[in-house]
């Protein structure tokens, strides 16, 4: 079975400081992974997806598949980075498994 | 404004009474789905739709239905909601166009089940 593991509910990290949160997951195959953010008040949105291998906001997530791990970081973390993030695996493009969630929190 | 919207956005009804969320998007998308949010779960699919008439189960389709018969357009209707229905409702649309698979998200619907 696909499933995603974030195994943080909360992270709190002081601004300035690395971030990152983790990302595992099981899947027989080759999956497409991604990493959405929805801001406080804001709509679920798309931060990161490995096939692109982008840097959006500073942040990165490499893909390990001897891990099975898809974790995001970022070298300094900045206040306007406190959001929700989830971890997405899609499965043949068309079936999608989130995480369940971590809540980051960078304080000043 | 391109977009996906939802409504309602918040809904309180009873055990047993129909009703339908309708979703709708404006951005020309081949690909829809549906997913329910609730504490601590995270998003779970529920149906989503490849193109008009072409529609699929996800991960909890149990107790839902749907139909895809615009492209605009991917209704969720639950034909005799149950207290175990109460959570977010998110609906999404995708270009899947040249291998673009993100996915746009609505602003969530909030129903709750008596």
């Known amino acids: 079975a696909q499933r995603v593991t974030q195994p943080e509910k909360l992270l709190s990290v002081f601004k300035g400081a690395p971030v990152e949160l983790k990302c595992n997951y099981s899947?027989?195959?080759?999956?497409?992974l991604f990493w959405y953010v929805q801001y406080s008040r804001q709509r679920l949105q798309l931060l990161l997806r490995?096939?692109s291998r982008e840097s959006i906001k500073g942040f990165t997530a490499d893909l390990n598949k001897g891990e099975t791990s898809f974790h995001l970081k970022k070298p300094f973390a900045q206040e306007e980075d406190s959001a929700m993030y989830y971890c997405?695996?899609?499965?043949?493009?068309?079936?999608?498994?989130f995480g369940s969630g971590t809540k980051l929190n960078v304080k000043p | 404004e391109a977009q996906v919207t939802q409504n309602p956005r918040y809904l309180i009804t009873v055990t047993g009474k129909k009703l339908t969320v309708t979703c709708s998007q404006n951005?020309?998308?081949?690909?829809m789905s549906w997913y329910r949010q609730d504490p601590g779960l995270g998003l779970r699919q529920i149906y989503y739709?490849?193109?008009?008439?072409?529609?699929d189960k996800g991960d909890v389709p149990e107790g839902y239905k749907v139909s895809r018969k615009e492209k605009r357009n991917f209704p969720l209707i639950l034909e005799s909601p149950s207290p175990n229905q109460t959570s977010l409702y998110f609906c999404?649309?995708?270009?899947?166009?040249?291998?673009?698979?993100?996915?746009?998200f609505g602003p969530g619907t909030r129903l709750t089940v008596l």
């Open positions: 999404a649309s995708s270009p899947r166009a040249s291998g673009n698979n993100e996915q746009f």
């Open positions: 899947y027989s195959g080759s999956p497409e």
């Open positions: 490995h096939i």
């Open positions: 997405a695996l899609s499965r043949n493009f068309n079936k999608f498994y």
């Open positions: 951005m020309n998308h081949e690909y």
């Open positions: 739709s490849m193109n008009v008439e072409v529609t």
